[in-house]
C-alpha cells in the first residue's frame, strides 16, 4: 500500500491532476506499456471513483507485473 501511495504521489506530480495523462504514466511507469482505450477508460473511472492509489495498487498486482512470460 505504501508502495502505491508512493507512485501515486509521483504520478501527481509528474503530470499534476490528469487523470488520463497518470493513468497513461501509471501503465508506461508499471507495466512498461500503454494503456489500450479500454483500460484506459476503466483506469480513469478507477481514479474517479477510489483515487489513484488505487489503480497505483491494481496495476502492481496484475498477473502482467508479477509475471515474466
Known amino acids: 500500500i ?4 508512493a ?3 509521483r504520478l ?3 503530470v499534476q491532476d490528469d487523470p488520463s495523462r497518470q493513468v497513461q504514466r501509471a501503465y508506461e511507469l508499471v507495466l512498461g506499456r500503454p494503456p489500450t482505450a ?3 477508460t476503466a483506469s480513469v473511472h478507477v481514479v474517479h471513483d477510489h483515487g489513484l ?3 497505483c495498487r491494481v496495476l502492481s498486482n ?3 507485473f508479477l509475471f515474466i512470460p
Open 2 to 5: 505504501e508502495q502505491a501511495e
Open 7 to 9: 507512485l501515486a504521489r
Open 38 to 40: 479500454q483500460e484506459s
Open 62 to 64: 496484475s498477473n502482467e
Open 53 to 55: 492509489a488505487t489503480l
Open 12 to 14: 501527481q506530480a509528474d
